[in-house]
């Protein structure tokens, strides 16, 4: 059963099975959605950590069936707390949700009688904040969801899962098709991808309650700041980058964070890229006598060029030969190399350049995480391929 499937068939019949006197083992909508998940959510795609699940209540019949897929490397494997991918269905069960979410039960426990309805949604509001870019390139909503889509009684749980909700998109379940499965596959690997970008603002990657209480207690005009990767939580540098809270009435993106944390993404792929070339060259009888010509543009000469490494190739039209290579990196945590990415108008200029002038080009695609990199590269005939969306306009007002 692929999403598609699980999807109409959840939408056909779990309001009918709601009303059934039958316990939930015996229940074959139950069995067969749980049985389903990792062909469905094409997990062999996704890292290995991660978990699946499927719920229809406990006990009795839940208002919202949900699927929720956890990395069980960072969190505890709980909905109760913690950040997690989710697709929640209406209560109509006609459409549903894929999510980035937080986990509702922490907060109406810990803050009751202290609007946790208001906490969450201030947290939600912070991971939106830093996620943003990413959410833009992969037309994902930071608006809040609507699971109430027809009148009933509806339960705190499901107000709780509005109020957590960081990014999502919703798919009118009548208007899904058996092509649409690839669609929604991609759509899945990409909400991976911010996932993972959300665990990198993680204070302690095993504490995510520890994250929220630090948010929550300084959510005036004080920072919240992010010990590096290499140090001890209990170190923190005086040049560490801090990361602005956001202001209780309004998102302010805070741009100088999101630029560092692609930065140093970025900077990680370009190293990976470098050790890939320096491989790729050692092994070519005619390449490894112009290793010295290697050179890592970006880091020696500064971002601008529109190509981040400069590398050497055979020349296609004189094979005894040697030409230079330019190569842009495009790195991100997703395990797929499908992923999208940015480009800037001037890395564009410059790959139209390339193809004008016959000059060899390649985008070296860096993904996974880091532990795990892989990378794939790309010709400019693939490029050409692509799809490329506008992801921001230039306004010039007349007058």
């Known amino acids: 059963m692929n999403l598609v499937s699980l999807f109409k068939r959840i939408s056909a019949e779990y309001a009918v099975q709601?009303?059934?006197?039958?316990?939930?083992?015996?229940?074959?909508?139950?069995?067969?959605?749980?049985?389903?998940?990792?062909e469905a959510l094409s997990l062999d795609k996704l890292p290995t950590s991660y978990?699946?699940?499927?719920?229809?209540?406990?006990?009795?019949?839940?208002?919202?069936?949900?699927?929720?897929?956890?990395?069980?490397?960072?969190?505890?494997?709980t909905t109760k707390h913690g950040i997690y991918i989710a697709l929640l269905f209406t209560n109509d069960y006609?459409?549903?949700?894929?999510?980035?979410?937080?986990?509702w039960t922490f907060f109406e426990k810990k803050?009751?009688?202290n609007d946790p309805h208001d906490k969450i949604r201030f947290i939600s509001n912070f991971f939106y904040n830093h996620l943003q870019l990413s959410a833009k390139l992969m037309q994902f909503s930071g608006q809040r969801i609507s699971l109430k889509r027809i009148d009933n009684k509806f339960s705190k749980l499901?107000?709780?899962?509005?109020?957590?909700?960081?990014?999502s998109k919703y798919y009118d379940i009548s208007q899904l098709s058996e092509d649409s499965n690839s669609a929604l596959t991609d759509d899945l690997l990409n909400m991976s991808e911010c996932y993972q970008q959300a665990q990198q603002l993680l204070l302690d990657p095993k504490d995510y309650?520890?994250?929220?209480?630090?948010?929550?207690a300084n959510n005036s005009h004080q920072s919240v700041v992010y010990p590096t990767a290499d140090e001890p939580d209990d170190q923190v540098n005086e040049d560490q980058q801090s990361y602005d809270v956001l202001q209780k009435h309004g998102v302010k993106p805070d741009y100088d964070a999101l630029a560092q944390h692609a930065a140093e993404s970025g900077r990680q792929g370009e190293e990976f890229a470098m050790a890939y070339e320096q491989n790729r060259l050692a092994q070519s009888p005619l390449l490894s006598t112009v290793q010295d010509k290697l050179k890592h543009v970006s880091k020696e000469d500064g971002d601008g060029l529109g190509y981040d490494i400069l590398s050497q190739c055979v020349n296609p039209k004189n094979p005894s030969q040697t030409k230079d290579l330019y190569i842009e990196v495009k790195t991100t945590y997703n395990p797929t190399e499908t992923t999208p990415f940015f480009m800037s108008s001037n890395e564009l200029t410059f790959f139209e350049i390339c193809k004008k002038e016959d000059m060899a080009y390649a985008i070296y695609r860096v993904y996974g995480d880091p532990d795990n990199r892989k990378l794939k590269v790309f010709t400019p005939k693939v490029i050409d391929q692509a799809d490329f969306k506008p992801t921001s306009y230039q306004v010039r007002l007349n007058g």
Not at 22 to 35: M, P
Not at 51 to 77: C, L, M, Q, Y
Not at 209 to 216: G, H
């Open 18 to 38: 709601k009303e059934v006197p039958r316990s939930f083992a015996q229940n074959a909508l139950i069995r067969d959605c749980k049985a389903s998940l990792t």
């Open 209 to 216: 309650i520890k994250t929220v209480t630090t948010i929550l």
């Open 51 to 77: 978990r699946a699940k499927f719920s229809a209540g406990v006990g009795k019949w839940a208002e919202i069936p949900w699927i929720t897929i956890r990395d069980n490397d960072i969190f505890h494997a």
């Open 111 to 113: 803050y009751k009688g």
């Open 94 to 103: 006609k459409g549903v949700y894929l999510t980035l979410t937080q986990g």
């Open 158 to 167: 499901a107000t709780g899962y509005e109020d957590g909700t960081i990014l």
